[in-house]
């Protein structure tokens, strides 16, 4: 059953959700025949470029408002501790008043470059990226829905799971546990892990929360096809690919794309479109976004680069090409 929901790119949520409500000894079972079948799941690569057609291809890439954790934090709060999806915070209050300034920006930059308007706009399953999505989905002034598409999710790597699986987890990025006296990093203990890290991200990716603005039929084209878990972790050359998969399915001749992300998918991205290091564009910060237009040999020229002028509270980091 595991290589077959694998093979044919059925959504893995469904089977995540049936080993979370197993009883333990089941899920061991399951979660480890899902764990050896990883290692033979297709590569997330899931459509190839678009070939080259009349109309300009123009995509924008944003990450997402101030997080709610992150607000919390900076006040000596802990979100985390009382959360029942740690992974998931929402954004905060200024979050949202970034993602509205983060569309009203993208509309005068194309306006300002010629570029045509926003046809759609495509968000990561997280909550605070859909929240995103939607209040810049508002300013732009575009009717459909946002539609989720899973591999805008955020990295899954080692440094994702430490941030909300560990008892004291407080969202911070790479967290790490250490002894009150020494000061030393204490080893990760897998009894107390937050039980979500041990199932199939794809259990934990799944959008939890209604987001108003949200297109509810519509099922994702892009999966995360490999099994990531606490132990097997996403690499960031599979993070970077499956980001690449997304714009080349969204992105077609005479549309004009924006996809809601995350920092570190978000910044690299600009290394896979461009072939340029990421510290050229610079960290993504808050609701910062870049345009990029395909080019009739099929490459992609970048012309805004991490534009953060607009964004409440933000370092301003803008540059025009």
């Not at 899931?46 to 408002?65: C, E, L, N």
């Not at 990716?205 to 996403?234: M, N």
């Amino acid at each position: 059953v595991c290589f077959e929901a694998i093979d044919t790119s059925i959504n893995l949520s469904d089977i995540a959700r049936f080993i979370f409500n197993s009883p333990s000894s089941q899920q061991k079972t399951v979660s480890k025949a899902l764990r050896i079948c990883s290692c033979r799941c297709r590569d997330p690569i899931m459509t190839s470029d678009s070939s080259p057609a009349s109309g300009r291809t123009i995509v924008i890439a944003a990450r997402h408002g101030e997080r709610q954790d992150y607000a919390m934090l900076m006040k000596g709060e802990n979100w985390i501790k009382g959360s029942d999806c740690p992974w998931d915070p929402p954004l905060s209050s200024l979050g949202w008043k970034q993602g509205d300034a983060l569309g009203e920006c993208v509309k005068k930059n194309l306006k300002d470059l010629n570029l045509p308007p926003v046809t759609q706009v495509f968000s990561s399953p997280f909550h605070r990226c859909r929240e995103t999505a939607v209040a810049a989905n508002a300013a732009l002034e575009f009717a459909p829905d946002v539609k989720v598409e899973y591999g805008l999710a955020e990295s899954l790597n080692e440094s994702w799971y430490r941030s909300w699986s560990l008892p004291t987890s407080n969202g911070t990025w790479g967290y790490k546990e250490r002894d009150a006296e020494s000061e030393k990093v204490l080893p990760v203990n897998f009894n107390t892990l937050h039980r979500a890290a041990l199932q199939p991200a794809a259990f934990v990716i799944a959008p939890r929360g209604f987001v108003q603005g949200i297109d509810l039929r519509h099922r994702s084209r892009t999966k995360i096809h490999k099994v990531y878990c606490w132990g097997s972790f996403e690499s960031g050359h599979d993070q970077r690919r499956r980001m690449r998969s997304v714009i080349n399915t969204v992105a077609r001749p005479g549309s004009t794309s924006m996809v809601v992300s995350h920092g570190g998918p978000v910044t690299h991205l600009f290394e896979e479109l461009t072939g340029k290091d990421w510290w050229i564009h610079g960290e993504a910060s808050y609701a910062s976004f870049s345009i990029y237009e395909r080019t009739p040999e099929g490459n992609w020229e970048t012309l805004v680069m991490n534009e953060s002028e607009h964004v409440p509270n933000a370092v301003s980091r803008k540059s025009q090409i």
